[in-house]
């Protein structure tokens, strides 16, 4: 079974409850008119026949609409949540707080924007290790890098999302990519070696590469929750296992983030930090990973991923305006380095995306998940 790239158009609406309700049910409506799976046809929807309902012509640029709403918010994340990291006096307060405000949110629109959830004992347990991966360890390691970092780097890390999902689920298939991704492998590895800079020495080149690293671990935590979580997602609705993976992840950091969130001095956080905070919950935590998830569930997880490309030259665009503003320091590294790094990345994460043959293109089940 293939997944189609088609989407209906959408009445874009820059609110959570307008993406929740507009783009996602028209998501879940067209998608659904493309893919023969179980849940092809909705009541109310689709006709009798849904193969007989066409799909709007619009749905391309849609698509695109999309896919540039997507990148420009996470190229926000990266600046706001770079403020709200330094900001905070430490991580484990940052992410329990960034986690319990969107748990708040997705409680209060299940039964009504997010449907109950309905898993099995099994599942449920995913659910905890889905939970596991989002906030202790990718949402915590990521604001423990960032504190030391720049906005920039993380945004270049996170486009190697591609490159992992690609390998992950070749493991998972027991699949030899093609030479050429091969290729694109290595490129894009000699281009996190030079965003590195292991050569160099000093205290502040030190101190972004400890931030690097901690972002690198949190990115191969993506990964994972991607390749899973797409798994799981054919099978329920994706904004309930986002919904339900996040909430489950803030019960498991409490104990973890718990005594620092009651102890911690709330009148010395600046105004820009608890911006950061309110940005990272309503617009990353919540709105990015309804969207997220729901293109994983009718694409494979590597033409999803195809987004985040745009996402290093937009946010290293946003630092340099925000840093010529006042609002950043003036020290964002986007050298030489970082640009001639950045390019091969993302040289090679295209030759890893790239595919000769059009059929390769469409990525079937199997193919996607490993099964």
Sequence with gaps: ?????????????????????????????????????????????????????????????????????????????????????????????????????????????TGRVIPKPRFDFME?????????LLVPINQYFFLRGLRYTVPSHPALFYALTPLGVLILSSVLSRKMPLKRKILGVFLALAGVYIILRPWEGGEAIKELRTGDLWVLAAMLAWVLYTVLAGRTCQNHDPRVVTAWSLILGAVVMTPI???????????????????????????????????????????????????????????AALSALMAAAGLLSSE????????????????????????????????????????
């Design 1 to 109: 079974m293939y997944y189609s790239l088609f989407f209906d158009a959408f009445p874009l609406q820059l609110t959570l409850e307008c993406w929740s309700i507009g783009v996602l049910e028209q998501l879940h409506c067209s998608s659904r008119l493309s893919y023969g799976g179980k849940n092809n046809s909705r009541p109310g929807l689709l006709g009798p026949d849904s193969s007989l309902v066409k799909v709007n012509t619009l749905r391309q640029s849609s698509l695109y609409i999309l896919m540039a709403t997507h990148v420009s918010l996470a190229s926000g994340t990266y600046v706001f949540a770079k403020a709200a990291a330094v900001g905070f006096p430490d991580a484990e307060t940052l992410t329990l707080a960034r986690a319990l405000g969107a748990a708040l949110i997705l409680l209060l629109l």
């Design 124 to 132: 449920w347990l995913r659910i905890v290790v889905f939970g596991i």
């Design 257 to 315: 983030g718990g005594y620092s969130l009651l102890t911690t001095d709330y009148g010395i956080i600046p105004l820009a930090a608890w911006a950061g905070l309110a940005y990272m919950i309503v617009l990353t935590s919540v709105t990015m990973l309804l969207v997220w998830n729901v293109l994983l569930r009718y694409l494979g997880p590597v033409e999803v991923a195809i987004c985040t490309n745009a996402q290093p030259p937009a946010t």
């Design 332 to 371: 964002q590294d986007l050298g030489l380095l970082f640009w001639l790094g950045t390019i091969t990345i993302l040289t090679g994460v295209f030759l890893a995306q790239v595919n000769n043959d059009p059929r390769e293109n469409r990525i079937s089940l199997t193919e996607s998940t490993g099964n």
